[in-house]
């Protein structure tokens, strides 16, 4: 779009990332605040990085089932720092990526990608 | 409508055809008529507003959709109902493609995605619990 172009030409396709960034609450504040998001993050990035290095096993169903619990207890726990958000958007894009989602050419998975991709800085 | 100089409109007509440029006058404004207040991002503002009432607009007028719903105005309704969607294609296309420069152009994002979502998914509904979780957050509470 016209705006678009302009706008990339003067700041930069990283902008976005950079207001979030300039908005940060900071390592600490945001280890305060949404200490339970990030850990909980953790713990899920974890569980995907274990789900794919193990084979079809009770094993695997036990990592999925622990990381679907924790992927329900993010979308509830509320993000109190730009951090926090970052985080859900991390995570937004690892429960996609555990899901395989193959079409996203629907209205939803255009705007949650766009949103994703904004969040993270990857315009 | 008024006469846009929106750069999205020869895209609309191109989808449409200028014999239903009539009917999208009950459309909302086109965004680039809004977008002329000094902000940075005024035009996705602007977009994400109007995706909203399209959403509205899309959720009255889906019966059109529907082969077996006969009941009276069908065909209007069927020419309005594809001219929705397809300014919902481009305005949605629009709002992805912009960089927001301030929260404000996040929140836009974030309200056209929450329209599109139309109601509270279910905890474990595949992501959009999530999603719709990160929107509130960047909403902030608002309603």
Known sequence: MRTETTRRSLFGAGAGLML????????????????ELLALEAELQALEKEADAAAWSDDLN??????????????AIPARTPEGIQCKARVLRSVRNMLVVEDESDHISRHTLGLVRDLLGEG | MPEATSHLTPS??????????????????????????????????????EYCELEKAYARLCWADDDCDKRPGKAAAVVFFK????????????????TPMTLEGYRAKARAAR?????????????????????????????
């Not at chain 1, 979030?20 to 200490?35: F, P, R």
């Not at chain 2, 001219?83 to 912009?98: G, L, P, S």
């Not at chain 2, 279910?122 to 909403?139: N, V």
């Open chain 2, 83 to 98: 001219a929705t969607c397809a300014r919902m294609e481009v305005v949605c296309d629009a709002i992805i493609d912009a």
């Open chain 2, 115 to 143: 329209a599109n979502l139309r109601d509270e998914p279910e905890p474990g509904s595949d992501g959009e619990a999530i999603l719709y979780s990160m929107i509130c957050d960047l909403l902030d509470g608002e309603g």
């Open chain 1, 20 to 35: 979030l960034a300039a908005q940060a609450a900071g390592g600490a504040k945001a280890a305060e605040l949404d200490g």
């Open chain 1, 62 to 75: 036990r990592i999925l089932d622990r990381y679907w619990q924790i992927a329900d207890r993010i979308g």
């Open chain 2, 12 to 49: 609309r007509r191109d989808f449409i055809g200028g014999a239903t440029a009539g009917l999208l006058a009950g459309l909302p404004v086109a965004a680039s008529a809004l977008a002329a207040a000094d902000h940075p991002d005024a035009e996705l503002i602007a977009l994400g507003a």
